[in-house]
T-cell receptor
Framework: KQEVTQIPAALSVPEGENLVLNCSFT??????LQWFRQDPGKGLTSLLL?????REQTSGRLNASLDKSSGRSTLYIAASQPGDSATYLC???????????FGGGTRLMVKP | GAVVSQHPSWVICKSGTSVKIECRSL??????MFWYRQFPKQSLMLMAT?????????EQGVEKDKFLINHASLTLSTLTVTSAHPEDSSFYIC??????????????FGPGTRLTVL
């Protein structure tokens, strides 16, 4: 059974810093790996989706990478802003569109 | 495209009553719908998977008689929490995968429903 772990659980940084959020998974037979953002009391916003054949995706200041052999994914946020403060969740599935297994999330606080 | 809605967005009910939550895919037909539960400061946990016209598949530890799922059409799934108790208070989120028209290899998430049982 797939298990997804996110480190750190919480992170506080000053505005402008570049930061890396980590996600590890136990089953390398992962298909899609997604990163989501969740604001307090809100639903999920999909940030980046890395498909099975891909190794990374970029969107604006965000870059996510996937290394199946090591069971890791990272989310890189460049030049962090207070508006980036949220919980970031990674999740993987073992087949396209199949059930997602979520990590515990990283609560990010970017201080002005 | 690929919008999923949930209704209601929040609900407060008395202990012992039943609550129905709707999940709709607004602009696509959903092959499969998923129901997740999220307790405060915790991550999402899958409760069940449902396909249109067939019985839902529940995850281990989720009581199927308590959490009734009906997936009557390709655009609507409902979750009914029967005889709700305070420990059922949680954030319930649904998602759907599309048959065609939009990406079929990912799940599209609804905005969630906050249930508070008094």
């Amino acid at each position: 059974k797939q298990e997804v772990t996110q480190i750190p659980a919480a992170l506080s940084v000053p505005e402008g810093e570049n930061l890396v959020l980590n996600c590890s998974f136990t089953d390398s037979a992962i298909y899609n790996l997604q990163w989501f953002r969740q604001d307090p009391g809100k639903g999920l916003t999909s940030l980046l989706l890395i498909q099975s054949s891909q190794r990374e995706q970029t969107s604006g200041r965000l870059n996510a990478s996937l290394d199946k052999s090591s069971g890791r994914s990272t989310l890189y946020i460049a030049a962090s802003q207070p508006g980036d403060s949220a919980t970031y969740l990674c999740a993987g599935d073992n087949n396209a569109g199949n059930m997602l297994t979520f990590g515990g999330g990283t609560r990010l606080m970017v201080k002005p | 495209g690929a919008v999923v809605s949930q209704h209601p967005s929040w609900v407060i009910c008395k202990s012992g009553t039943s609550v129905k939550i709707e999940c709709r895919s607004l602009d696509f037909q959903a092959t499969t719908m998923f129901w997740y539960r999220q307790f405060p400061k915790q991550s999402l946990m899958l409760m069940a998977t449902s396909n249109e016209g067939s019985k839902a598949t529940y995850e281990q530890g989720v009581e199927k008689d308590k959490f009734l799922i009906n997936h009557a059409s390709l655009t609507l799934s409902t979750l009914t929490v029967t005889s709700a108790h305070p420990e059922d208070s949680s954030f319930y989120i649904c998602s759907a995968t599309a048959r065609q028209g939009v990406r079929t290899d990912t799940q599209y998430f609804g905005p969630g429903t906050r249930l508070t049982v008094l």
